[in-house]
């Protein structure tokens, strides 16, 4: 391997020993957002460094069963709370008590799922959805759109969710604590994030299936195909197939395997929410 006179050679050595664990900086753009704030709340998926993917690290473990401490530690107050308000009512403290209990079961599983579960199913989307960015080729124009929009829902959910904290403080601080405050927010925010996290992963393949059929528009519309045309296509297909040696083919079917391979990726990292 010949290097040129601005190659740092320790680069050049660890992009080819692994170059497909590396990110595009467009790419990276685009999840940035929802990863800033995932990992502000302890929820992120995997780190990002150096455009390099990788899962979370024992320093960000050790953060999110801090958020989860504090977290039980708010709902026990809050139980507490409503215990104390309704002692004439024994079953409204049940109530309350089992709801929020339940609460806290599922919260602590949205955490433990995210940063400690599936750390190499996590790498892998996104590994494959920056497959996808790539073999698909010019989406600069999808990128920008995506990251924008990305932008705008993450940084107006930390706004919201800053406002109703504060709001609820204000109005109820004589009756509640802040550290109820805390685990109250940061419970809700972390679903908030989570379902607009997804939503973004599912516009990613939404937008590239309606590039390729916007290509494959373009592609009938420019030949002019009539319906006596691809019928005669369609049958002779095989023979087309077999007798074909050029590898400059139509790659349709190749971004539809990959876009589904990845939307099954999705699916199956997001299946905990969904069954919750």
Same mark, same amino acid.
């Given at each position: 391997?010949?290097?040129?006179?601005?190659?740092?050679?320790?680069? *050049?050595?660890? +992009?080819?020993?692994?170059?497909?664990?590396?990110?595009?900086? %467009?790419?990276? =753009?685009? $999840?940035?957002? /929802?990863?800033?704030?995932?990992?502000?709340?302890?929820?992120?998926?995997?780190?990002?460094?150096?455009?390099?993917?990788?899962?979370?690290?024992?320093?960000?473990?050790?953060?999110?069963?801090?958020?989860?401490?504090?977290?039980?530690? *708010?709902?026990? +107050?809050?139980?507490?709370?409503?215990?104390?308000?309704?002692? %004439?009512?024994? =079953?409204? $403290?049940?109530? /309350?008590?089992?709801?929020?209990?339940?609460?806290?079961?599922?919260?602590?599983?949205?955490?433990?799922?995210?940063?400690?579960?599936?750390?190499?199913?996590?790498?892998?989307?996104?590994?494959?959805?920056?497959?996808?960015?790539?073999?698909?080729?010019?989406?600069?124009?999808?990128?920008?759109?995506?990251?924008?929009?990305?932008?705008?829902?993450?940084?107006?959910?930390?706004?919201?969710?800053?406002?109703?904290?504060?709001?609820?403080?204000?109005?109820?601080?004589?009756?509640?604590?802040?550290?109820?405050?805390?685990?109250?927010?940061?419970?809700?925010?972390?679903?908030?994030?989570?379902?607009?996290?997804?939503?973004?992963?599912?516009?990613?393949?939404?937008?590239?299936?309606?590039?390729?059929?916007?290509?494959?528009?373009?592609?009938?519309?420019?030949?002019?195909?009539?319906?006596?045309?691809?019928?005669?296509?369609?049958?002779?297909?095989?023979?087309?197939?077999?007798?074909?040696?050029?590898?400059?083919?139509?790659?349709?079917?190749?971004?539809?395997?990959?876009?589904?391979?990845?939307?099954?990726?999705?699916?199956?990292?997001?299946?905990?929410?969904?069954?919750?």
């Amino acid at each position: 391997m010949v290097l040129s006179a601005n190659t740092n050679p320790d680069e *050049s050595v660890r +992009q080819e020993s692994n170059p497909n664990r590396f990110l595009d900086e %467009d790419f990276i =753009k685009v $999840v940035e957002p /929802f990863l800033k704030l995932q990992k502000l709340l302890g929820l992120s998926r995997v780190d990002i460094k150096d455009g390099l993917v990788t899962p979370p690290t024992k320093f960000h473990k050790c953060y999110t069963m801090v958020w989860l401490i504090m977290m039980t530690i *708010s709902i026990l +107050q809050l139980i507490i709370s409503y215990k104390v308000r309704f002692t %004439d009512n024994r =079953k409204m $403290v049940y109530m /309350f008590t089992i709801a929020f209990l339940s609460i806290e079961v599922i919260f602590a599983g949205f955490l433990i799922n995210a940063r400690f579960c599936y750390n190499g199913g996590n790498i892998n989307l996104y590994l494959q959805m920056q497959k996808i960015d790539r073999i698909m080729g010019k989406n600069s124009p999808i990128n920008i759109m995506l990251q924008k929009r990305n932008r705008i829902t993450a940084y107006s959910l930390a706004l919201v969710f800053a406002l109703v904290f504060i709001a609820s403080y204000i109005l109820t601080r004589d009756e509640f604590g802040i550290l109820e405050f805390v685990g109250a927010t940061y419970t809700l925010e972390i679903v908030a994030v989570e379902m607009f996290c997804s939503s973004s992963h599912m516009r990613f393949f939404y937008t590239r299936v309606c590039q390729l059929n916007s290509q494959i528009n373009m592609h009938t519309r420019e030949s002019k195909c009539d319906i006596a045309i691809l019928s005669n296509v369609f049958e002779t297909a095989n023979r087309l197939i077999i007798s074909t040696v050029s590898q400059d083919c139509d790659p349709t079917d190749i971004y539809l395997k990959e876009i589904f391979t990845g939307f099954v990726l999705f699916k199956e990292r997001y299946s905990f929410q969904v069954n919750l």
